[in-house]
């Protein structure tokens, strides 16, 4: 597929970029995912950063009321380090959904992302951004297409990279919780 830029709706670089997807189901309880970006990642009045994108994903559905996930995913990007480098970021997840009823489900989810450079995730401190956590969550499907999702999440860095109530502070961890309500069509 050819794309224009990374999660960006307006064109502010050349040439498009470019990306594949592709999804293997060895089972029908089973999916895997491959897909990656590869393209210019700076608009047009600056120096290309060309940026490499690599994501895999599996899913595993067995019988019952479980959904297991996990995924990888590793990012590198020319000039985007200090000396003018290519900078690197990974991360990865799982989670476990449990569907208690045909409406309520719960989610729990473990974490860890890595961004070195600050590609990504601009801490805005001198320090990198690398964090480990989770969340558990409930989400509440009243009917397709609406999905009320409400999760408790806590992520700890190696760097105090989260900024505190008092200007100038930063912290090593960092809680919030969160409530959407998503409708898909």
Known sequence: MIVNGWQDISNYNTPPAG???????????LTLTYDDFIGNAAPDSEPAKLRIYHDVFA?????????????VSLGTQGRSTASGGTASWWGMTSLAKYHATSTLAF???FEHYADPSQVMVTTG????FDATGG?????????APLLW????????????VWPLHEA?????????????????F
């Open 59 to 71: 899913q595993f559905n067995p019988e019952g009321k479980w959904q297991f996930a996990a995924q």
């Open 125 to 128: 401190v001198p320090a990198s």
């Open 135 to 143: 969340s558990i969550g409930l989400d509440v499907n009243f009917r």
């Open 168 to 184: 100038g502070t930063y912290g090593r961890s960092d809680l919030v919780f969160v409530t959407s309500l998503a409708l898909t």
């Open 107 to 109: 989610v729990g989810r």
């Open 19 to 29: 990306g594949v997807r592709l999804d293997y189901a060895p089972t029908p309880k």
């Open 149 to 160: 999702r409400t999760e408790m999440r806590s992520l700890r860095s190696s760097n105090a």
